[in-house]
């Protein structure tokens, strides 16, 4: 509403007597027709003015109007408070006639009237003085939300009443806004949504129905904020919530159900990319799947945002009640957990939660507990894999793998361990600890004499998306004292598919350094021969899912012979990971691959074992030769 239109206040009147809702609409509205002796007698009655001084009060103040629905006894009263709730159009505040024969009376009215709609004010006239304020105030909580005219009253203080009464509701409305909306995406909070869940779970225990929540999440999200700044990101997020209430509209039920009250959904924003959806009157499960994969269809179309075609697919995690959960608190969490799963899984499909993700869940939690501790308690250590070159059979240099030993959990493999720090940020203390470390001990061998050409970290790529990770790494290697072409930096193709200006620029920087540049796990990622070009890298490693695939998948086969010749042609060496039979090292060599590394070759050593690995190589390039 802009600010030049007059505010709407609806208002209900509840009088058996016609000329009294006619005066109700003189006073509030604009004047009706002049009306004959005997109703203009029965005004005068009614109020204390005259039938001609009625009408005098009608020209509405300019920044508010009312809007009047009237009816003649109780109980219509009754069902026109429910009917507005169920529009979404409520009453500010409901004029009852404390007397309404035949029937149920205004006492009954404003006790069932709250019961629908706790903050509407109530009116009672009357012209009797039998109705004691006090009990009736007891019995339609809360007292200041009642109020009471004496018949007859003055036009004037119907008006006044109605206009400060509505003038209180909106101002009202505008703190619970505030309160329980998104001012964004105009959808519920997180706290209006489990106010809703809660009522739902209610509801549906008492009729003994089924609903359920939908938890989505939106892939991509930080990284369109990071890269077209936080006006794109909005942008999404608004095309998002207006998507959702286009599936998700009420009356739109996914199995066409002709029962046109059953609602489909009722969509929130809990808060940065997280959406939920509560889906009431199940018949079964498998409504909820359909009506999410109908939003995961829908929120997998592009957005066209300014001049940008945009991608932010959602993960979605689904849990029921009364299956999964009986509280509302519970319920989010269950579908936060398959959430994450969804996320986790190859196909991103949404996940339905069962009891498996909750024990994955409590194992999860305890390793990033643990995690959180192990680069203080000494958990953490580096083993180091060699890597050969193919031809000459001499050490290239070795990779550095992270392990994790606690006492407790034991040895937590790298992918149980790699991807939570990644997503809750300790990678960035401890992938500096992981290369001061490998830095450190590079230099302690070479400056006893061992030959080490070059020793590779793997980078995260959250560590890479910090601005200072070029200076950080530049100040470890002024820390150490090793020089910078023994370094080799690893990073996932994915770094070539985010923020590829910035990428490139760090690329760059880093080389000014000098250390060497690596993709790692190529094959895996879904980055063109264009992206690649731009970067100025030394190596390819081929990823091992490849690799142990060479010999008996035609395709595989194509794939390592095609970026073997690329990477040749863009003077990029080439080293194949997780060679584990002599047949796959044979075919590698035949295709003119540089280098290799993997369990044939030798297992990760630890450190002490790896030092005695480098003592031993005169002796290994003699019996190699």
């Known amino acids: 509403m802009s600010e030049s239109e007059p505010a709407v206040i609806r208002v209900l009147i509840a009088d058996d007597e016609p000329a009294v809702l006619e005066a109700y609409r003189d006073i509030l509205c604009s004047p009706t027709a002049p009306c004959n002796a005997e109703i203009g007698d029965l005004r005068s009655r009614l109020f204390s003015a005259s039938a001609e001084s009625i009408g005098t009060v009608a020209p509405a103040i300019a920044s508010h109007q009312f809007e009047l629905t ?61 109705v004691d304020p006090m009990a009736l105030s007891q019995k339609v909580l809360p007292a200041a939300k009642m109020f009471y005219v004496q018949k007859p009253f003055h036009p004037h203080e119907i008006r006044q009443l109605a206009l ?67 006006d794109a990101g909005d942008d999404v997020l608004r095309e998002t919530a207006k998507r959702l209430n286009a599936v998700l509209r009420a009356g739109e039920h996914p199995t066409d159900s002709i029962d046109s009250n059953r609602v489909t959904g009722t969509v929130a924003r809990l808060g940065g990319d997280e959406f939920t959806v509560l889906i009431e009157y199940l018949a079964g499960p498998e409504e909820a799947i359909g009506v999410a994969q109908r939003v995961l269809e829908t929120l997998s179309q592009p957005m066209i945002i300014g001049e940008h075609k945009l991608f932010s697919i959602p993960s979605i995690g689904i849990a029921s009640f009364p299956g999964d959960a009986s509280d509302s608190a519970g319920l989010l969490k269950c579908a936060d957990m398959a959430m994450y799963f969804s996320k986790r899984s190859l196909s991103q499909e949404p996940q339905h939660f069962n009891e498996t993700m909750s024990k994955a869940a409590v194992s999860r939690l305890k390793r990033e507990n643990a995690l959180r501790e192990a680069l203080n308690n000494d958990e953490l250590s580096l083993h180091y894999q060699p890597q050969l070159h193919l031809i000459s059979n001499e050490l290239i240099g070795f990779e550095v793998l ?62 890479f998306a910090l601005p200072d990770f070029p200076k950080m790494v530049q100040a470890i290697l002024t820390e150490t004292g090793l020089e910078p072409e023994v370094l080799e930096l690893e990073l996932t193709e994915s770094v070539l598919m985010h923020q590829v200006d910035t990428a490139v620029h760090t690329f760059k920087q880093l080389k000014i350094i000098g250390v060497q540049l690596a993709i790692d796990d190529f094959g895996t990622g879904y980055s063109s021969l264009n992206y690649l070009k731009q970067f100025p890298i030394d190596r390819l490693k081929i990823d091992r899912s490849f690799t142990s695939a060479i010999l008996s998948d ?72």
């Open 164 to 230: 400060a009464i509505g003038e209180k509701r909106q101002a009202e409305d505008r703190i619970w806004r505030l309160a329980y909306y998104d001012g964004l995406t105009g959808l519920p909070n997180r706290e209006l949504f489990l106010k809703q869940l809660h009522d739902a779970i209610q509801q549906s225990t008492l009729k003994e129905q089924s609903l359920a929540v939908l938890f989505l999440d939106l892939n991509g999200f930080k990284r369109i904020n990071d890269t077209l700044g936080h």
């Open 554 to 625: 035609t395709n595989d086969q194509a794939i390592a012979d095609a970026v073997i010749a690329m990477a040749g042609r863009m003077n990029v060496q080439v080293t194949a990971e997780g060679v584990e039979s002599i047949e796959q090292l044979q075919f590698l060599r035949e295709a003119q691959c540089d280098a290799v590394q993997g369990f044939h070759i030798c297992h990760p050593m630890k450190v002490v074992d790896a030092e005695q690995y480098l003592k031993a190589l005169p002796n290994r390039r003699q019996d190699a030769a």
């Open 70 to 130: 009237c009816v003649a006894d109780a109980v219509s009263a009754v069902q026109a408070v429910a009917d507005s709730i169920v529009s979404g159009l409520p009453f500010s505040l409901v004029y009852l006639d404390m007397r309404m024969p035949p029937g149920k009376d205004g006492a009954w009215a404003a006790v069932e009237i709250r019961k629908l709609d706790e903050r509407i004010d109530i009116v009672i006239s009357t012209a009797y003085s039998d």
């Open 402 to 463: 992270l392990r994790w030993h606690n006492p407790y959990l034991g040895e937590v493999a790298p992918d149980d361990f790699i991807p939570i720090a990644e997503e809750n940020g300790l990678i960035i203390p401890i992938g500096e600890w992981v290369l001061r470390t490998a830095c450190l001990q590079a230099k302690q061998w070479i400056d006893n004499g061992l030959h080490l050409d070059r020793i590779a970290v793997n980078v995260s790529i959250v560590q």
